[in-house]
């Protein structure tokens, strides 16, 4: 595996629109959540923070600064993976996997969980939830796997007695007062939209026999916009629909992989996210336009990556995703949030390695142990000060995760320092 992170980004047919297309792309930081992680799913936070959450050894939500730091990494039990988050007015709500049973899980805005709730029905042999979507009654709406189904407040089934079986579902939102729902094709037939009521009676349903999966959705001008992926994995697609299904536009892209996103960058251009499935994944970016002209294409080289999920603040794009880190010689899975900034020169740049944050360190302040982590594999030296300039601790440790713990050092305002592969950092930390 290659040591450095390569991205290339190549510029094409810029014109002047609201928000200006990037005419040269960096990454402002990459924050790296830890080896064996996946990242699912980023969305922002009221505070300018990102809000990722995805799978570790449990389920998992983090909170990442808008400088890139973690802030809180809340780990869930009983769940082994997130697949989407929302957030409400007083927290969110999350949709998890336990094995092969829907987990439903609400947090409050400190990332605290309050409530879980797994699936009680007996009709599905498979009822992962995959996507999440909040009605305006204030109800629930699951779909994933062979399940979909109305969840009350409080994430008990209210109703999942849709006549016909779901089968790979990957997003439901609410329109109008009427459901809609889709996911991949079956044998022949093509990536599939339909409609129901909150009562799970069907209206609606057409079948795409070209389009091989509808990943994502949003509402736009009263339309439904997907994500889609062609048959063969070498296209990929918008596709605006009507509330009855019918198109209202069509976008084809080169994609060569599979579209795993899509939102709005402005009011002329999508960002789309997804990965090749060659050998060795590769993840991929584009900025595309409603006329389907591809403005911008963020591809990583090579290197086991996929791109999940994305949103767009201020004319810049985070990003999650996970697969290899830059670890020298041997595989390390993980997951990852980065932030792509915007400035304008030039028209093609690559870039060699993330600027990123190489240092992190939480919860702090500390109440007996923290987490450091770092973005490469080395030996590192680890020394604590306090403010008079004492060294009050020494260690060290071979990897990039290490658990600090406080032990007898009182409370108090403290330097930490860390050094080791030709780098080192400094940190205030402060112990409770």
């Known amino acids: 595996m290659k040591k450095n992170v390569i991205f290339s980004i190549v510029m094409v047919g810029l014109v002047s629109i609201m928000a200006t297309i990037p005419t040269n792309q960096k990454v402002a930081w990459q924050t790296i959540l830890g080896t064996d992680y996946i990242s699912n799913v980023v969305i922002p ?27 809180k990494k809340t780990e869930i039990s009983g769940a082994t993976k997130v697949n989407q988050i929302i957030a409400i007015p007083d927290g969110y709500i999350v949709a998890c996997v336990n094995d092969t049973v829907g987990v439903f899980v609400k947090l409050n805005s400190s990332l605290e969980v309050v409530l879980v709730q797994k699936y009680n ?17 204030g109800e629930y709406m699951v779909i994933g796997g062979n399940t979909l189904a109305r969840l009350d407040p409080n994430g008990k089934i209210a109703n999942n007695n849709l006549a016909e079986t779901i089968v790979t579902g990957n997003f439901v939102i609410e329109l109008n007062g009427s459901i809609y729902y889709g996911g991949d094709g079956i044998d022949e037939k093509g990536a599939y939209i339909a409609k129901c009521d909150v009562h799970l009676d069907k209206k609606m349903s057409n079948n795409f026999v070209d389009w091989a999966r509808f990943s994502s959705v949003f509402i736009d001008k009263n339309n439904l916009v997907i994500g889609a992926t062609k048959k063969g994995l070498q296209v990929g697609g918008i596709i605006t629909l009507d509330t009855t299904g019918n198109i209202v536009s069509k976008i084809e892209f080169p994609f ?10 402005d009011n002329d251009n999508f960002v789309v996210t997804g990965y090749n499935d060659e050998d060795s994944y590769s993840g991929i970016l584009k900025i595309v336009s409603k006329t389907g002209e591809v403005k911008a294409t963020l591809v990583d080289e090579g290197v086991d990556k996929t791109l999940k999920s994305a949103y767009v603040a201020d004319s810049s794009i985070v990003l999650a995703g996970y697969g290899n880190l830059n670890d020298p010689g041997e595989y390390k899975a ?54 008079s300039g004492k060294q009050v601790l020494t260690t060290s440790f071979s990897g990039n ?7 007898n050092l009182s409370s108090g305002t403290y330097l930490l320092k860390v050094s080791g592969s030709g780098q080192s950092y400094s940190k205030k930390i402060v112990l409770k």
Do not use: W
């Open 45 to 71: 936070a009221p505070d300018g923070a990102s809000i990722v959450a995805g799978k570790n050894n449990k389920a998992f939500v983090a909170k990442i600064s808008s400088n890139g730091e973690i802030i």
């Open 121 to 137: 029905g007996d009709l599905m042999t498979n009822n992962s939830y995959e996507f999440i979507t909040r009605l305006s009654g």
């Open 256 to 265: 060569n992989g599979i579209v795993t996103f899509v939102t709005k960058y």
């Open 334 to 387: 993980g997951g990852f949030v980065a932030k792509l900034t915007t400035k304008s020169s030039g028209t093609t740049i690559t870039i060699l390695s993330h600027e990123s944050v190489d240092c992190a360190f939480y919860p702090n302040p500390v109440i007996n142990q923290a987490n450091l982590r770092l973005a490469n594999y080395a030996n590192y030296n680890i020394s604590v000060f306090d403010l």
């Open 401 to 407: 995760n290490y658990t600090f713990d406080r032990g």
